[in-house]
């Protein structure tokens, strides 16, 4: 008798960014305590997990070279992670991955957790697992500290290494540019930085996320523009000192504020609506400071699948390239 092959299964999990990143002490375990709130974006990258021969990882699209392809991928420590804990052991998984690239890599948009955290729901639709979004919400913790909010999207306020969230609520959609740069930056380098500026001298530090909250509640993004913050900017700045001039850029292209999104290094530009965006984005990719641009909007629903009826066409938002 022939087994039964289930069909791929496709998720889509959204980037994010930090509205507002306070980072506290280093911790034991070397973990920094944050408050940080989060919002996901409609940047996204697609992964489709499918039960196959060839067990393995394929990317496509941003950042494709620099992505590796062996066990080190996020996305197949996902695989691993949800295999042992139904007890498959990896070797008999038998599951290709594929993953679609829209969030630059290593560009603080927590794109490897979106490819995780697609993968921790794909593989559970595809293995027909009786696992909880609880229980995933776990196992994403132990993948990574942004691996969590990849999951659940929205806005939400993440506590702890920034894993343990709380959802916020969000009136409107907001509208966003952001400016990719050439290369990547290190997180665990960026934090370092930090630590090393803070050992040196006194950065500036966020302050209280409540004024953030209410402004996000509002709706109105002049409101939020005031307020948007990451103790983490000064860090990138620091290590790439031409974030200075793409954060200046946007706002001479028309944005209301910039900031630089995690541990950078892309930058998110908040505008006053769609159209306004869109001439940002233009205005910036022609001051030639970056290396795409890129529009998006927040927030929008954590990883979630998009195949069967639910699976609209991908279509790539606007794109210009500096
Ligand atoms: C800075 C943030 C802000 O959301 O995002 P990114 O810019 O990386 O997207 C996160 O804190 C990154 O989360 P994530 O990228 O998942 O980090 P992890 O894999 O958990 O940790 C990588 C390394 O970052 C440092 N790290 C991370 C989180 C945290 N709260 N304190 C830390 O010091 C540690 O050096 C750790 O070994
Ligand atoms: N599926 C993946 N997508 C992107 N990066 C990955 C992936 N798996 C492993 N990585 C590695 O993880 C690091 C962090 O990548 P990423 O999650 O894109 O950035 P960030 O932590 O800045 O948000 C990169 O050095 C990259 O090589």
């Not at 999990?13 to 409609?42: C, W």
Request: net charge negative.
């Amino acid at each position: 008798m022939l087994a039964v092959v289930p069909p791929p299964v496709t998720v889509r999990a959204p980037s994010k960014i930090n509205l507002h990143l306070g980072i506290g002490d280093q911790r034991s375990d070397g973990y920094h305590e944050i408050s940080t709130v989060f919002q996901a974006l409609s940047l996204s990258d697609d992964v489709t997990v499918a039960a196959s021969e060839e067990p393995g990882v394929d990317v496509q699209g941003e950042g494709t070279g620099t992505i590796p392809r062996n066990s080190d991928n996020l996305a197949w420590r996902a695989v691993r992670l949800l295999a042992e804990h139904v007890g498959r052991p990896e070797d008999e998984s038998g599951v290709r991955v594929m993953i679609r690239k829209e969030i630059p890599v290593a560009g603080g948009m927590a794109g490897g957790s979106a490819d995780a955290a697609a993968v921790l729901l794909g593989l559970s639709a595809l293995w027909d697992l009786d696992v909880t979004r609880e229980d995933l919400g776990t196992l994403a913790g132990k993948l990574g500290s942004d691996v969590p909010f990849a999951l659940s999207g929205g806005t939400a306020l993440g506590t702890g290494r920034g894993d343990q969230l709380v959802p916020v609520l969000s009136r409107h959609t907001f509208h966003w540019v952001l400016a990719f740069d050439n290369r990547g930056l290190s997180t665990p380098k960026v934090y370092g930085e930090l630590d090393r500026l803070r050992a040196v001298g006194d950065p500036p530090r966020v302050g209280s996320y409540d004024p953030l909250v209410e402004a996000l509640a509002s709706g109105d993004p002049r409101q939020l523009a005031l307020l948007l913050g990451n103790d983490l900017q000064a860090a990138a700045v620091s290590l790439r000192s031409n974030l200075r001039r793409t954060l200046r850029a946007g706002v001479e292209a028309g944005a209301l504020a910039g900031v630089v999104s995690g541990s950078g290094p892309t930058c998110a530009f908040l505008c006053t609506d769609g159209d306004s965006a869109v001439e940002v984005a233009a205005q910036l990719a022609g001051a030639g400071v970056c290396r795409t641009v890129r529009v998006a909007h927040g927030p929008v629903h954590g990883a979630r699948i998009v195949d069967g009826e639910d699976s609209p066409e991908p279509t790539p938002p606007p794109q210009v390239h500096a």
